[in-house]
C-alpha cells in the first residue's frame, strides 16, 4: 500500500520578518528618493524651464514694440497664477533662467514646475518704485527656485525679463527673519534709501536650505536700469550665460 506524500506546509512568517522586510522595502524607497529629487530638481526641472524661458523670449520678440522713449515702462497686473516675467540670475548657475507667475499659491505656482516663482500680489511691479517682491521654494519636493540664495554676492547682477525688455538690479544685502515678519514685503523694506523712489526686488524662500522652514531667507537687490527688448538681452548677462545671445540680437523698433 503506498503512502502518499505529504505536502509540505510553508512556514508562517514571523511578525518580526514582515516588519523588516517592510523597513528594508521603505529603506530603499526613501533611498530612491533621495537619489531621484536632486536629479529631478537639479537637471529635469532646470532643463524645462530654460526651454520654457526661451519659448517666452521668442514670443515676445515676435510681438511688435513701441519705440522706446526712455520712460521705465511697469507691466500691467498680470491675472493670478499668469507668467508674466522671467528671472535670470547667473549666480544661481551661469543657465539659470525661471519663469515668474502672479501669486504665490503653493498648488498654482510655487509647486509647478512650469512656474515655481511666484510674485506677492499686494507689492509692486518692474519699474514701480517700491517693492517687487518674489517667492519661491529653496528645499521642496518637486522644484526649488531659490535653492542657492547664498550664492548671491554684493553686486551681483540680477535679471527680469518682461515682454517690454530687461530690467537690471544689483545684489545688496541677505537677513533671516521669522514668518511673521511680514515688513520685508512692505513698499520699503529694511534698506538704506529713498521710499517712494527707489526700486527693489526682494527674493523670499525658507530657511535653512535642507531642514524646514524655521525662518526665511530674504535678499534684496536694487534697481540699476531698464533695457529695452529692441537692444537685446544686456550684454552682461550674454558675458556671464554663454548659452545666450545668439538668437537674440537687438532688432529695430516695430510700431505696434
Known amino acids: 500500500m503506498r503512502h502518499g506524500r505529504r505536502k509540505r506546509r510553508r512556514a508562517r512568517l514571523s511578525p518580526l520578518t514582515v516588519i523588516g522586510e517592510l ?3 521603505g529603506g530603499l524607497g526613501v533611498l530612491g528618493y533621495v537619489v531621484w529629487q536632486p536629479w529631478h530638481t537639479g537637471v529635469t526641472v532646470t532643463a524645462k524651464q530654460s526651454d520654457l524661458v526661451a519659448e517666452l523670449s521668442a514670443k515676445w520678440d515676435a510681438e511688435p514694440q513701441k519705440p522706446y522713449d526712455g ?5 500691467e497686473k498680470p491675472a493670478p497664477s499668469e507668467v508674466f516675467a522671467s528671472l535670470w540670475v547667473p549666480s544661481f548657475g551661469t543657465t539659470y533662467a525661471n519663469q515668474v507667475a502672479e ?3 503653493w498648488w498654482t505656482v510655487l509647486n509647478l514646475d512650469d512656474k515655481g516663482i511666484g510674485h506677492y500680489e499686494t507689492t509692486q511691479m518692474p519699474g514701480e ?9 529653496r528645499s521642496g519636493p518637486l522644484i526649488n527656485s531659490f535653492r542657492e540664495v547664498m550664492n548671491l554676492r554684493v553686486g551681483d547682477p540680477l535679471f527680469v525679463e518682461t515682454k517690454d525688455g530687461w530690467y537690471t538690479y544689483r545684489f545688496r ?12 514685503l512692505n513698499p520699503f523694506p529694511r534698506l538704506d534709501g529713498n521710499p517712494g523712489e527707489d526700486e527693489i526686488l526682494t527674493l ?6 535642507l531642514a524646514g522652514s524655521d525662518e526665511r531667507a530674504i535678499a ?4 540699476e536700469g531698464f533695457q529695452p527688448r529692441s537692444d537685446g538681452p544686456p550684454a552682461e548677462l550674454k558675458k556671464l550665460n554663454p548659452t545666450m545671445g545668439a538668437t537674440q540680437a ?5 510700431e505696434s
Open 23 to 25: 523597513l528594508l522595502l
Open 71 to 75: 520712460t521705465v515702462p511697469v507691466p
Open 103 to 105: 501669486t504665490t499659491d
Open 129 to 137: 518704485p517700491g517693492n517687487f517682491v518674489l517667492a519661491g521654494h
Open 173 to 184: 544685502s541677505i537677513e533671516y527673519v521669522l514668518p511673521t515678519e511680514t515688513d520685508v
Open 204 to 209: 523670499t524662500t525658507c530657511h535653512p536650505k
Open 220 to 223: 534684496y537687490s536694487v534697481f
Open 250 to 254: 537687438p532688432r529695430g523698433d516695430q
